[in-house]
């Protein structure tokens, strides 16, 4: 699913398979600029995986915050995302909405429709997570959340789009390699790269979103 790079650029990316957690949120720190936060985590008991948080019903297990006051703790520094992870190894890696980007989020069907669209479109494109629950998230440039519900309407598929999410301020969403869960883990459908540094705007994304989701229903 990852797509791959070549060349010494392509080592500095975050790749979520086969490094740590602390390493690949250090990196996402470092070469994506983007505030990260350390969440909860899976613990095993009796071969059992559950939710640090002691609920045996979490609906997002071992990949929400632990606190209330999460938006504040979020960081870009480095060295603090290093001290995180220090004093929880298995915790997720979260990436809050609203700051260097926001995310639309569409069920798995249409968003590999919309990427296939996208491509043939040539849009820009920036990095878009697929997660266990068959969601596709397209990161934006913030403020994207904010126009959404405008651009839809304006397309005029409003009815149809109604599984088309934009997540913003005070959002935020499971970066890879999280696991949720026994779901599987997050992954990236396009993994951050040094050419979808510059992310699109969601005025961009939105009609062929809309278009796949009318495409899907």
């Not at 992954?187 to 961009?204: F, H, I, K, S």
Request: aromatic share 6%.
């Amino acid at each position: 699913m990852d797509e791959t790079t070549a060349g010494p650029e392509a080592a500095r990316i975050p790749r979520p398979r086969g490094g740590s957690l602390l390493e690949t949120a250090v990196a996402y720190a470092e070469e994506r600029h983007w505030d990260v936060l350390a969440g909860s985590w899976l613990e095993d008991v009796g071969g059992v995986r559950y939710c640090s948080c002691g609920d045996t019903v979490c609906p997002a297990p071992g990949a929400h915050p632990t606190r209330p006051d999460w938006a504040t703790r979020a960081t870009g520094s480095p060295e603090v995302v290093r001290e995180m992870w220090r004093e929880q190894p298995s915790a997720s890696i979260l990436l809050p909405t609203g700051r260097t980007f926001d995310a639309l989020s569409v069920p798995e069907s249409a968003g590999f429709l919309a990427l296939a669209r996208m491509r043939r479109m040539d849009l820009n494109l920036g990095p878009v997570t697929l997660t266990p629950d068959r969601r596709m998230q397209f990161l934006v440039l913030p403020g994207g959340a904010a126009k959404a519900p405008e651009l839809v309407r304006r397309v005029g598929w409003a009815a149809a789009a109604r599984d088309l999410v934009a997540l913003g301020e005070g959002r935020y969403l499971a970066a890879p390699p999280t696991r949720i869960g026994s779901r599987g883990a997050v992954q990236w459908a396009c993994r951050p790269t040094p050419a979808n540094r510059w992310l699109p705007d969601a005025e961009e994304l939105i009609p062929p979103l809309a278009y796949a989701c009318n495409q899907d229903c």
